[in-house]
């Protein structure tokens, strides 16, 4: 049967209460898949259950022989929520981000990538000009795009579309 659309609306705005879940909880249900591999960035997704609903998405990005960098997200509707790591100023981490915002531009239609983190975290000011000179933009909390999720900051990084990527 169809859907109403106040209900599909309002199913959106459910499934985007869900926030990203980390690896380890993924990793014994089998939900994700690999979806692209280059260089040291590894992309795996969750199943796209119904056309509409948030897709889990983990970038892994490898930094040496015994470690990495992850960055979980969640894709819906044009957009890319990351929940920001510890040690995200890491140098490593920095470069993780790079690859991941490279790949988002590169492989998907997303035009909206957005990074959270808890107001209360020590490096939180660190965070804010870390990400403000990468070239992302604090929202503010009531802006239509956000998920409702509690106690956090967004930003943003609006990718451009305007041109034409073959040209490049």
Not at 106 to 120: D, G, I, R, S, Y
Request: aromatic share 12%; net charge negative.
């Amino acid at each position: 049967g169809a859907i109403c659309y106040k209900t599909w609306d309002k199913i959106l705005r459910e499934s985007l209460t869900l926030r990203p879940r980390y690896c380890l909880q993924w990793a014994n249900q089998g939900e994700l898949k690999e979806l692209y591999k280059a260089g040291n960035l590894t992309v795996f997704a969750g199943d796209l259950l119904l056309p509409g609903l948030p897709v889990q998405l983990d970038f892994h990005f490898q930094l040496g022989p015994h470690g990495s960098a992850h960055w979980h997200g969640l894709l819906t509707d044009g957009k890319l929520f990351l929940d920001t790591p510890r040690g995200a100023l890491d140098q490593n981490n920095r470069e993780s981000l790079t690859a991941t915002l490279e790949y988002v531009e590169e492989k998907t239609a997303v035009n909206l990538v957005f990074v959270n983190f808890q107001p209360a975290r020590s490096d939180r000011g660190d965070l804010l000009r870390a990400f403000s000179y990468l070239g992302f933009e604090v929202v503010r909390p009531d802006h239509p795009s956000l998920p409702p999720w509690e106690d956090v900051i967004f930003m943003v990084y609006p990718l451009d579309r305007d041109c034409c990527p073959e040209l490049e």
